[in-house]
T-cell receptor, first 113, second 110 residues
Framework: NAGVTQTPKFRVLKTGQSMTLLCAQDMNHEYMYWYRQDPGMGLRLIHY???????AKGEVPDGYNVSRLKKQNFLLGLESAAPSQTSVYFC????????????FGSGTRLTVV | SQQGEEDPQALSIQEGENATMNCSYKTSINNLQWYRQNSGRGLVHLIL?????REKHSGRLRVTLDTSKKSSSLLITASRAADTASYFCATDATGNQFYFGTGTSLTVIP
């Protein structure tokens, strides 16, 4: 089993460009999450989904959009990248939310110049 | 914010010693989890403790939870160099999502 797979692993964007980060899980998990990790800030929740076709905002949703068209995929979009979005992005999934542990992907390191 | 806060921010010990790190949080929770993150990698789930539990063990890990003090501790016994990593606590209040602290950086010196 691959678990949670994130693509790409690294990306450099120019300010104003757009991109989509893909998260795929093969564990039939209902819940999926996008976090960003910045030095000294810990992990902050961007958006999450409690099932196919659903999305909800987390702590820091501004500047990001998400979609969950298929149960196994959770996409994070940046419509107009800003330097403040330079971060490491982690996707996670869970069988049924906070009563179960999360499985994390290996991260996407994004730099916006 | 419901975010947990780990203490200390950094900890350095000799191999074979025990490592203790603490987590404090602000609001009532349903569950609390501990995760490990090796440098440049994703987080790995270590243990989940529910609000009605006081202590859990998993191998060399021991987690305690004191809901009256809104705090938890993670004890790693007989530490190894491979335990070098950052450790995060995560708390939930809503049941849908966990909030992570800023982590404790543990260095185990061989």
């Amino acid at each position: 089993n691959a678990g949670v797979t994130q693509t790409p692993k690294f990306r450099v964007l120019k300010t104003g460009q757009s991109m989509t980060l893909l998260c795929a899980q093969d564990m039939n998990h209902e819940y999926m999450y996008w976090y960003r990790q910045d030095p000294g800030m810990g992990l902050r929740l961007i958006h999450y989904s409690v099932g196919e076709g659903t999305t909800a905002k987390g702590e820091v949703p501004d500047g990001y959009n998400v979609s969950r068209l298929k149960k196994q995929n959770f996409l994070l979009g940046l419509e107009s990248a800003a330097p403040s979005q330079t971060s490491v992005y982690f996707c996670a999934s869970s069988y049924l939310g906070a009563n179960y542990g999360y499985t994390f992907g290996s991260g996407t390191r994004l730099t916006v110049v | 914010s419901q975010q947990g806060e780990e203490d200390p921010q950094a900890l350095s010990i000799q191999e074979g010693e025990n490592a203790t790190m603490n987590c404090s949080y602000k609001t009532s929770i349903n569950n609390l989890q501990w995760y490990r993150q090796n440098s440049g990698r994703g987080l790995v789930h270590l243990i989940l403790i529910r609000s009605n539990e006081r202590e859990k063990h998993s191998g060399r890990l021991r987690v305690t939870l004191d809901t009256s003090k809104k705090s938890s501790s993670l004890l790693i016994t007989a530490s190894r160099a491979a335990d070098t990593a950052s450790y995060f606590c995560a708390t939930d209040a809503t049941g849908n999502q966990f909030y992570f602290g800023t982590g404790t950086s543990l260095t185990v010196i061989p």
